[in-house]
């Protein structure tokens, strides 16, 4: 049986998201961030589809370690400037009834409870389809203007990540019954006192004596997203992922990432595909090969190499600035990203050491993630030899230029996908967690998040 590939549109409240310098092609369109039409023409269009959300990235710092400063980041537009991603949602879920969202937001700089709230109202506006990308942080320029000298160690920073969750499950699992709110006319009563219950939390990092503002939304839970793949990453999703995004060069290190996080769910309790895998990807495709290698030709000729090493550089938490362009990245410690390191300190597909050189070109389209060119049928045969290859269950999508990439993978790619019997036809019902598990709309019983569930014993 055909395996069937997932797509996510991946893309994030400002100009250059992953392949700098492609602001300048006269068909990007990604200058109107700024327009709330151009996000809800984006959502009606990857809803045509069949894509099961669109994730937006965020940052709250800017990339500062090239070169030691920002200026670079700034002159190339690089996730800077970047607008709030979450005010976003509720537009495009207006003008979609399937399309989900994945929004990120950091466990660093904001308190859980009022995020609680947060995200409970947009799943009650989304009718159930939102979901959260869990991050921790890794730009020092953030940590900065938060009032640190820097930001956490990378392990402590899931420390205190995995308290703020506990928080978090107490609230939207284990504070209201699920019959709480009777809206009783006769006897005045709105919500049962008697069913809503205090959390009494009082942690390391965080008290939280009271209960949750919002009453229980369709997924109580927003679905959780985490895109970390360091042991320690992996180690966080184990428990609490149901969508993890991952990056990797070369089929042949997506194999053993995908394999590590199998490995690790089923080590925490729950099955080995109770989180969808997907890896980040950049299509360009035309109707041709010819077309399609035209298509990229153009966008190489306005793509930026030092821009695409800022980015690197805020990544890896190296400034590949004081590098010669054709030195291996070698054995470094970083306190950024450290899965994007590892991936690069492995050999590349010729067996031979990633240079500084081979990071720009990389990078320049497509950000952290591969890129493929070509004719829709080998775009699909692609696609169908990663997931084959890897085991991973779709690919959360890049643009060179946008909505342009989306559009053109909505004209010719899918269209042979479904051919071959290998892409959804639709949606399923419900919401966002059913739409890609099938389990229906809460949290599963082996999830971590479970046992903070009314009526169970909480032991941290």
């Not at 320029?141 to 205190?160: C, F, I, K, T, W």
């Amino acid at each position: 049986m055909t395996k069937q590939i997932r797509f996510n549109a991946f893309d994030m409240n400002c100009v250059a998201h992953q392949s700098s310098g492609m602001w300048r092609h006269p068909d990007d369109q990604s200058w109107r961030y700024k327009e709330l039409s151009y996000w809800t023409e984006l959502a009606k269009l990857l809803e045509t589809g069949a894509f099961d959300g669109i994730f937006i990235a965020d940052v709250l710092g800017t990339y500062d370690v090239y070169g030691g400063s920002n200026e670079a980041a700034i002159r190339h537009g690089a996730q800077v400037p970047v607008n709030d991603p979450i005010l976003l949602i509720s537009a495009m879920a207006a003008v979609t009834e399937n399309l989900g969202f994945g929004v990120t937001a950091g466990t660093a700089y904001e308190h859980p409870y009022p995020f609680a709230r947060r995200m409970s109202t947009l799943d009650h506006l989304t009718g159930g389809r939102v979901g959260w990308n869990v991050v921790t942080g890794y730009l020092p320029s953030a940590a900065r203007n938060m009032g640190h000298d820097d930001q956490l160690e990378h392990d402590q920073r899931y420390d205190v990540a995995d308290e703020y969750l506990e928080v978090l499950y107490k609230l939207w699992e284990g504070s209201w019954e699920e019959d709480a709110v009777v809206r009783d006319r006769e006897s005045g009563v709105f919500t049962d006192p008697a069913k809503v219950h205090e959390i009494g939390h009082y942690g390391t990092h965080y008290t939280v004596p009271g209960i949750h503002l919002s009453e229980p939304s369709p997924q109580r839970t927003p679905v959780i997203y985490q895109a970390g793949a360091s042991p320690r990453g992996i180690a966080f999703a184990a428990g609490n992922a149901e969508a993890i995004f991952v990056a990797a060069p070369t089929k042949s290190v997506l194999k053993g990432v995908v394999k590590n996080i199998r490995d690790a769910l089923e080590q925490a309790g729950r099955s080995r595909d109770s989180a969808k895998i997907y890896t980040l990807l950049t299509i360009i495709t035309d109707e041709t090969t010819e077309k399609a290698q035209a298509k990229y030709a153009d966008y190489l000729s306005y793509a930026s190499e030092e821009g695409a090493l800022v980015f690197m550089s805020g990544w890896m938490g190296i400034d590949l600035s004081q590098y010669d362009l054709d030195e291996p990245i070698g054995n470094v410690k970083s306190n950024a990203i450290q899965s994007t390191v590892s991936n690069f300190q492995a050999a590349n597909d010729e067996g031979g050491e990633w240079k500084v050189r081979d990071i720009a070109r990389l990078g320049a389209i497509g950000g952290l993630g591969p890129f493929v060119v070509g004719s829709p049928t080998e775009i699909a045969d692609e696609l169908q030899a990663w997931v084959e290859e890897t085991d991973v269950d779709g690919f959360n999508l890049a643009y060179a230029i946008t909505p342009g990439t989306f559009q053109d993978v909505v004209t010719f790619v899918i269209p042979e996908l479904r051919r071959r019997g290998a892409y959804p036809e639709g949606y399923a019902a419900g919401t966002l967690r059913n739409k890609l598990h099938g389990r229906g709309d809460r949290l599963p019983e082996e999830h971590h998040g479970a046992r903070y569930k009314v009526g169970q014993p909480v032991t941290r």
